[in-house]
T-cell receptor, first 112, second 110 residues
C-alpha cells in the first residue's frame, strides 16, 4: 500500500517551458488536492477534485491546469512556467471532502 | 477570508521540556486538524478535533479544541528530538476549502 505518490521528486524548468506533475493514490479516495508550499506562506490550495472527471479552483489556481481522468490519478499542469511558480508542490487525497488528508512526499520545482 | 494564526512561529527547546503551540482564528470551524511535517516530506495527520472543548491525547501530545471552535492548542509533554518538525493546523468550516495556518517550527535539542 503505497498511499500517495508523486512524480517527479525534483524538476528544473526554464521560463516558458511546460510540464505535468503526476499524483497517484491507491486508497480509493474520492477527493484529491494540489497544494503549493512556499516559505512564510504555508500550504495554499491550487486545485482540487471531488471525484473522477471533476475539478475545482482553489486559492491560487492561475497558471495551472488539472485533470482527473481516473479516480486514482490527479495531474497538475504548468503550460508556461514562470519563476513565481518555483515552489514545493504537494498532492493529497481524502475519503471525505477536506477531511483528514493524506499527503504525498512532494515535488520540488525550480523555474529559472 | 478565513485565517488561522499559529504561534509561536519558531520554538527551540531542550529535551524534556514541555511546550504549547496555539492556533487561533476569528472564524468558527466545524473541524480542526493538526499535521506534523518533517523536512523533505509531506505533512502527516496527527489528529482531528470536531467538538467544542474536545481534548484528544496522542501519547505525549494533547490537543484541545476551543469551546467556541475558533481556536486550538497542542501541548507536548517532555519533548524529545523526534518531536522536531513543522506543526500545522488546518480548519474546515464546511462551505470553504481547508485553511492551513503557516505553522510552528519546533526544534528539540538533545
Amino acid at each position: 500500500n503505497a498511499g500517495v505518490t508523486q512524480t517527479p521528486k525534483f524538476r528544473v524548468l526554464k521560463t516558458g517551458q511546460s510540464m505535468t506533475l503526476l499524483c497517484a493514490q491507491d486508497m480509493n479516495h474520492e477527493y484529491m488536492y494540489w497544494y503549493r508550499q512556499d516559505p512564510g506562506m504555508g500550504l495554499r490550495l491550487i486545485h482540487y477534485s471531488v471525484g473522477e472527471g471533476t475539478t475545482a479552483k482553489g486559492e491560487v489556481p492561475d497558471g495551472y491546469n488539472v485533470s482527473r481522468l481516473k479516480k486514482q490519478n490527479f495531474l497538475l499542469g504548468l503550460e508556461s512556467a514562470a519563476p513565481s511558480q518555483t515552489s514545493v508542490y504537494f498532492c493529497a487525497s481524502s475519503l471525505r471532502e477536506f477531511y483528514e488528508q493524506y499527503f504525498g512526499p512532494g515535488t520540488r520545482l525550480t523555474v529559472t | 477570508t478565513q485565517l488561522l494564526e499559529q504561534s509561536p512561529q519558531f520554538l527551540s527547546i531542550q529535551e524534556g521540556e514541555n511546550l504549547t503551540v496555539y492556533c487561533n482564528s476569528s472564524s468558527v470551524f466545524s473541524s480542526l486538524q493538526w499535521y506534523r511535517q518533517e523536512p523533505g516530506e509531506g505533512p502527516v495527520l496527527l489528529v482531528t478535533v470536531v467538538t467544542g472543548g474536545e481534548v484528544k491525547k496522542l501519547k505525549r501530545l494533547t490537543f484541545q479544541f476551543g469551546d467556541a471552535r475558533k481556536d486550538s492548542s497542542l501541548h507536548i509533554t517532555a519533548a524529545q528530538p523526534g518531536d522536531t518538525g513543522l506543526y500545522l493546523c488546518a480548519g474546515f468550516s464546511g462551505n470553504t476549502p481547508l485553511v492551513f495556518g503557516k505553522g510552528t517550527r519546533l526544534s528539540v535539542i538533545a
